[in-house]
């Protein structure tokens, strides 16, 4: 009878070990290319958030003012590049447009973004 308690001790440890150990060695499941390039592509909201985050850890003392002003210009900057090509993205997709009037909303979407970040700018938080 000691036996038989042996053996069965001895496949429950064995199915305990694979199954810890099986992850390690089976072969990854990749992400076809289209899907892991727009995983890796930051959005306009993921930036909105990352500088809404910034500003709470500020807020809490976390960082310093010096940092703080740092990080929130990089991810303007960013957010304002983001525009620029969901901007560029949308004229491609309608090349029928007048140019003389797109070019003129850039010009206007450009210069709010640059007022939004001088009034950031002179804001005391």
Do not use: W
Not at 1 to 22: H, K, N, Q, R, W
Not at 80 to 104: N, S
């Amino acid at each position: 009878m000691d036996y038989v308690f042996l053996i069965a001790g001895s496949l429950m440890i064995i199915t305990c070990f694979y199954f810890i150990i099986s992850p390690f060695f089976s072969a990854s499941e990749e992400q076809p290319a289209g899907k892991a390039e727009t995983d890796e592509r930051l959005t306009l909201e993921q930036v909105y958030s990352a500088v809404n985050e910034l500003e709470m850890d500020f807020l809490m003392k976390k960082i310093t003012h010096e940092d703080f002003e740092k990080l929130k210009e990089q991810y303007q900057l960013l957010a304002a590049e983001l525009l620029k090509e969901e901007t560029k993205h949308k004229k491609l997709k309608h090349p029928h447009a007048a140019v003389g009037k797109t070019k003129k909303a850039a010009d206007e979407a450009e210069a709010e973004i640059l007022r939004e970040l001088k009034k950031l700018r002179n804001q005391k938080g």
